[in-house]
Structures are given as structure tokens and as C-alpha cells.
């Protein structure tokens, strides 16, 4: 294994599923009707991410993921089902990370809800902790950090009008859409009093219009991943520095990819980070020979040919849209629409990351 040793058993390495959660199960007969198998279907769920749920289906001699929106789900078009199919179908000819899409159905008979299939990527993803059997040395951790800007860099440059994307968004004014809709969805959720979210809201309103303007005069729109980070990339168990796969297009749309690299940024956290932060890491930036933000930021504009610009708006704006990511989920739980104990703790998660965002305006990266 390039860049990193194996115990020899895929086994524990490749990112795995578990049994479904209660009151998330699907009707496995119905799923076999309908992808015509006669054989019994495995299922069993991949227990991260806290948006659309995803499941491992296995048949006699295939694999695959089955994506459909949360229980109690509240806002619709948060959950396209068939938008996301839909993507997966055009990126994948010219951006061979997109995993393939199989089959899609809206008939909400079969599962309660809109859902489609993919191919399952086998692979290694990095979440909190480096997987049991897997070791990184500083070199190794580096090449892998390079390899998830260059397969963002990559996306930015797909041509979006010759793979037939072009009307996946309107990059015109999207930040400013950016801004007012995330601050709608943050207020329309809101539990607690949290100050930060308010003094946030109003400060990058009154950016937005800076933010927009491009002071090289070219166009920047591209595709955005929207959620862009590692436990959303499947590396090569054979080379773990290769990305293989990019998962969860559910945000994805058309607009200025300084805003897809802030949320990147968003989510990357660095060795002399508060601890409080640690606790929201996506990923093991931690590690040592780990890029910091900053080189992010420089391999990105030097690998994308953009003009380097001042990103402090950017992952600003990009903390404040997770803490309402956040803000919506937890009031699903408080409301008694999901009952799974990972979203008791994050109202405090969303004042956290108002934290962070406040830090950054006085700090930068």
C-alpha cells in the first residue's frame, strides 16, 4: 500500500456499514421488487453524516448505496433525490471521482420517500481517526491533503455547459442568495438565544456585495460540491495519497468556487486549534505533515490558475452556514423527528462555530 501499511485485512479498513438505526429501517422486499432481485437484499446503513440518509445494499453479486432524505425530513428541496441523480449522471463522463449512478424512483410507495442507488466506491475514508491498519507518516499525510485540493481544483475546471450542467444553478448574485437563504433556514430553525449567529448574519450582509466583485475580471463560476471535505472522499486502499471517489452531491449547484474552497477551509482543523474545535473535526488534519489552512489556500490558487484573493468572507460565511446545518438538525431532534442522540449536543456545536467565525474576522486563517 503506497504511503501506508496494512495489516493485510481490508477488513475494518474500508469504510463500513452498520446495522440500521431504529425507526430508519426500509422495506427490503420492496427495494428487491424493485431492482427486480429474488434473492434477499442486506441492508445496513452507513452510520455518518447527518443529512440524507445512506445505506449498503447488498445483492448475490453486487453492491450498492441507496441514498433517500431523513425521516421527518422538513424542507424538500434540501433532499432532491432526483436533482442528485440527476448530477451524478452528467459529472460522472468528465469527472471520473462522481460515483455511478444506478437506478432512481420518486414513488414514495416503495420506501416512503424519493430515493436512488449508486455504485458503491470501496475504499479507505478519513474521518476523526486514521482507520485501524492504516498508518500515515508526515510525507504520506501530505500527499493526501494535496490530493483533495487537486480533485477540488479538478471539479472547479469541469466545463458545466459541455456536460450538460448548465442549468444545475445561477451563478448570478449567489452568494447574496447564499447569505439571505442560509440566514432564513438558520432563523426558521432557531432553539437557542445565540448572539455570534446575529452579529454574523448582519456582518456578511453587508459584504456580500464586495464579495461578489472580481477584481481580475474573470468569470468564476463552476461547479461547487457544497460539502467538499475528507470524510467525504474515498481514497485508494491500494495508494491512500488517490482519491477515488467524492460522495454527497446533495448541495452541489453552479457558483463561485471560492465559496466551495471556504467551506473546505471551514472544516479543516489545525494541531494548535482550540480543543473545543478539535471535538468538530471532519477529518485528520491534525496529523503531522498535515497542509494548514494557508497552504491550502496557496496549492489551491496556485494549482487553479485564480487569482489568490482574501478568503476571510468566505470561510466565514462557510461557518456560519454549517452552524445552521447544524441549527436545522437539532431542531428535528428537539421536535422529536429523529431520535438519534449524535444531534443532542449540537445547539452547543452552533455556538462553537459562531465562535470560530468571529475568530477568524479578527485573525484570518
Known amino acids: 500500500m503506497s504511503g501506508a501499511s496494512s495489516s493485510g485485512a481490508e477488513r475494518g479498513i474500508v469504510d463500513g456499514a452498520k446495522p440500521v438505526r431504529a425507526g430508519e429501517e426500509i422495506d427490503a422486499e420492496k427495494l428487491a421488487a424493485f431492482l427486480g432481485e429474488s434473492a434477499p ?85 478519513l474521518r476523526g481517526a486514521v482507520p485501524a491498519g492504516i498508518t500515515l507518516d508526515p510525507p504520506s499525510m501530505r500527499r493526501v491533503c ?16 459541455a456536460a450538460g450542467l448548465a442549468d444545475l444553478g445561477k451563478p448570478a448574485k449567489y452568494i447574496e442568495r447564499q447569505v439571505a437563504g442560509w440566514t432564513k433556514r438558520y432563523r426558521d430553525a432557531q432553539t437557542d438565544n445565540v448572539p455570534e449567529m446575529d452579529r454574523l448574519a448582519e456582518w456578511l450582509a453587508a459584504r456580500t456585495g464586495e464579495a461578489e466583485s472580481d477584481p481580475s475580471g474573470t468569470i468564476r463560476a463552476a461547479i461547487v460540491h457544497n460539502d467538499y471535505k475528507f470524510d467525504n472522499v474515498v481514497l485508494d486502499l491500494a495508494d491512500i495519497t488517490r482519491v477515488r471517489g467524492i460522495l454527497d452531491w446533495e448541495m452541489s449547484t453552479l457558483g463561485d468556487p471560492l465559496m466551495d474552497l471556504g467551506t473546505t477551509l471551514s472544516y479543516w482543523i489545525e494541531e494548535n486549534d482550540p480543543d473545543e474545535l478539535k471535538w468538530l473535526a471532519f477529518g485528520p488534519t491534525v496529523l503531522p505533515g498535515a497542509l494548514k489552512r494557508r497552504e491550502v489556500a496557496d496549492r489551491y490558487f496556485a494549482k487553479s490558475g ?25 431542531w428535528r431532534y428537539k421536535q422529536g423527528l429523529t431520535k438519534d442522540e449524535r444531534f443532542a449536543s449540537f445547539n452547543v456545536a452552533v455556538r462553537l462555530l459562531a465562535l470560530r467565525a468571529e475568530a477568524v474576522l479578527n485573525e484570518g486563517l
Open 41 to 125: 437484499l442486506e441492508i445496513l446503513q452507513f452510520p455518518g453524516g447527518h443529512s440524507n440518509l445512506t445505506y449498503l445494499v447488498r445483492t448475490p453479486d453486487r453492491e450498492l448505496v441507496l441514498r433517500r432524505p431523513p425521516f421527518g425530513n422538513r424542507v424538500k428541496s434540501a433532499h432532491d433525490m432526483g436533482r442528485e441523480f440527476r448530477i451524478l449522471s452528467k459529472l460522472g463522463p468528465v469527472y471520473p471521482a462522481a460515483p455511478r449512478p444506478v437506478a432512481y424512483s420518486e414513488d414514495e410507495s416503495i420506501l416512503g420517500a424519493p430515493f436512488y442507488l449508486m455504485e458503491r466506491v470501496r475504499g479507505v475514508i
Open 306 to 330: 485564480r487569482a489568490p484573493r482574501d478568503l476571510r468572507f468566505f470561510l466565514v460565511f462557510a461557518l456560519f452556514k454549517n452552524a445552521g446545518v447544524l441549527q436545522q438538525i437539532y
Open 146 to 161: 494535496e490530493s483533495l485540493v487537486d480533485s477540488q481544483v479538478a471539479l472547479h475546471a469541469v466545463d458545466y455547459e
